[in-house]
């Protein structure tokens, strides 16, 4: 199997941490960010969106992370990450949902606003874009720290999909204008994640190689 991926996609690291805890090897194809690869003809052929990872199985093609990493867990039968009980597969699923929509929502557009904008393209952030983000940040930390309440992970008592799809911005959490101190859960939580060895082991080398093909000057 092939994974296009951009290094320090949040959306691709959970994908490649995902298929490092099942054992899967994938073929990666970095794309170069800055040099418009996800806008070439070739790469729009198999993902119209223009978006990474995306992966390409036989004759078979499929774009958007969370479901990507369903398709990969249930390449490995009785696996943790998403087992066959359904309401356990809902519980996870409800949660790769729900950072879709709300959490990483809020914090993807504060990190792509506030330090991708100003750090890497040397543009001024939206702030009125910014302050909705921070708004709705504030009110889906909170929905988050209270689930955690006693538990170690979001469903069960290990590592499931829906925790590598909670964490995919984590290399950004600290870098963004948040007061995370009032969520000890949460940042408990992430730290507890961060220490996962397929979840470090999948993480770029640095935040010079964001966005560029490993290699590239």
Known sequence: ???YAVVGSGNC???????????IDLDVEYQDF????????EFLALNPNGRVPTLVDGDFT??????????????????????????TRADIVRWQCWELAHFNNALGTIAYQAVLKVQLMKQEPNQPVVDDA??????????????LSGRDYVVGNGITLADYSIINIEAFKEMIPFDWSGYPGLNAYFDRMRADPHWAGTAPESPEAIGRKPGAA
């Open 1 to 3: 199997m092939k994974l």
């Open 13 to 23: 690291h959970k994908v490649q941490a995902t298929a490092s805890r099942l054992g």
């Open 34 to 41: 800055f040099a418009g690869d996800l806008t070439r003809p």
């Open 62 to 87: 499929l774009w958007e992370s969370n479901a990507i990493m369903q398709y990969l867990a249930d390449k490995v039968p009785g696996n943790p990450l998403f087992p066959q009980d359904p309401q």
């Open 134 to 147: 921070m708004e709705s940040l504030s009110e889906f930390a909170a929905v988050l720290e209270g689930h």
